[in-house]
């Protein structure tokens, strides 16, 4: 009993020790450091694309680096590969389970992953005369609820289970397991290096993950509930984050701490996904209320809004670069705006 | 989290570890984290297509010619 007693001391002051460390470079914040910048131009997009064609709610979508094809995944049951620029569907994968929740387009182009409440990644080929899947990835005990390719033979895994996972493609077997939060992992981000990936969580925290050694680097504090939606500023010094506490929030890797909070009084719905313009200095970040709000990341001002959307936007992307943002959402469309 | 059982040790002794790693670590300062981070969003503004607008010719997805459905 004296050991357990001993190990919460000393966990309870190295919290304190952390909070100090990081107060202690906290010369000022985000908003100052940005006061003689230029605000970013009032912000008006327009759509430029309405994809029809899947059935009931997207849950999420992923840009292919082609900048042209995308992929959307849907409880209807299917994938759907996007032509953007003419808005015809160029593939469609039935998938075994229709509960999907992540999507995500290899950079080769050559496959896409999807997964959700069955617990898996599959993996199609869509390069084959007729739509493969090469692999089920099967290990998590808790749902899917993001993927994304390394490269054809590498994949990352969000899961409920808690953990995240770097996966081999030809053996079909977990290669790192990513171990330390406590709760469902939500979302993930690649850094721009590949050597290192975020995770947000059910636990409110984010993590910074060496892919290769699996350890945690770094615990980022500050939201007051589940981290839906993650994403490495560009260059890879800073985060963004969105959360069900209605705020999005950037924080920095090397400062190890928050550094602007994105929220507005009139704004109570959840954060469910984000994007950002390919300079960094727009988020576009998709609510519970069927908007997608448009911040200037350096000074923390809301500067547009994406409106159109009957239901739930669900997931935003902006392709490598940067022409567009697509939202899709629970009303079934996916939109294109410039 | 406060049980007397074996796991609840280890689970601790785990989360006392990652503690110390990460109490460890080098921090910079904010102002240098932000004036980075300000500089690189600024040097690359004038690339980005979202943010400067793109010009309808070099827009592919600019207005169809024909009638969009929606």
């Known amino acids: ?338 | 989290m406060s049980n007397n059982s074996a796991g609840g040790l280890v689970s601790l002794q785990k989360s006392v570890k990652q503690l110390r790693f990460e109490a460890g670590i080098r921090r910079i300062k904010v102002s240098q984290a932000a004036a980075e981070l300000k500089a690189f969003c600024l040097q690359n503004a004038h690339k980005d297509p979202l943010l400067m607008g793109v010009p309808s010719s070099d827009n592919p997805f600019r207005p169809p010619k024909s009638c969009a459905l929606f």
């Open chain 1, 1 to 338: 009993m004296g050991e357990m007693e001993q190990m919460k001391k000393e966990a309870e002051a190295l919290k304190t020790q952390i909070e100090a460390a990081r107060k202690a470079v906290h010369d000022t914040d985000m908003a100052s450091a940005a006061s003689g910048v230029a605000p970013a131009p009032r912000v008006q997009l327009k759509t430029r694309r309405n994809l029809k064609g899947h059935l009931a709610k997207i849950y999420a979508m992923h840009w292919s680096t082609d900048n042209r094809l995308m992929v959307s995944a849907s409880q209807d049951g299917k994938l759907l590969i996007w032509d953007s620029h003419s808005g015809n569907k160029v593939n469609a994968v039935p998938l075994k389970s229709s509960w999907v929740m992540t999507c995500a387009y290899a950079p080769s182009g050559n496959l896409v992953a999807s997964g959700g409440l069955d617990n898996m990644c599959t993996v199609y080929n869509l390069k084959t005369p007729v739509i493969k899947t090469v692999k089920e990835l099967d290990a998590h005990t808790g749902y899917l609820s993001c993927a994304r390719f390394l490269s054809d033979t590498e994949v990352l895994t969000a899961s409920g289970d808690t953990t995240c996972a770097l996966w081999d493609l030809e053996t079909g077997k977990q290669k790192t397991v990513f171990l330390n939060h406590v709760g469902d992992c939500m979302c993930l981000s690649l850094s721009p290096d590949m050597n290192s990936f975020v995770s947000g969580a059910c636990d409110s925290l984010a993590k910074l993950w060496d892919i290769r050694d699996g350890q945690c680097k770094q615990t980022f504090l500050g939201h007051t509930s589940d981290i839906n939606a993650i994403s490495f500023y560009p260059g890879g010094n800073a985060i963004i984050t969105g959360s069900d506490d209605c705020t999005c929030k950037m924080y920095d890797l090397r400062a190890d701490q928050e550094l602007i909070t994105y929220q507005d009084a009139a704004l109570n719905s959840g954060v469910t996904s984000l994007a950002l313009s390919m300079s960094g200095r727009l988020i576009f970040a998709g609510y519970d209320d069927f908007n997608c709000n448009i911040w200037d990341s350096l000074k923390g001002e809301k500067v547009g809004v994406l409106s159109g959307h009957d239901n739930r936007v669900s997931c935003t992307g902006v392709p490598p670069d940067g022409m567009c943002v697509c939202t899709g959402s629970w009303d079934s469309f996916l939109k294109i705006w410039n």
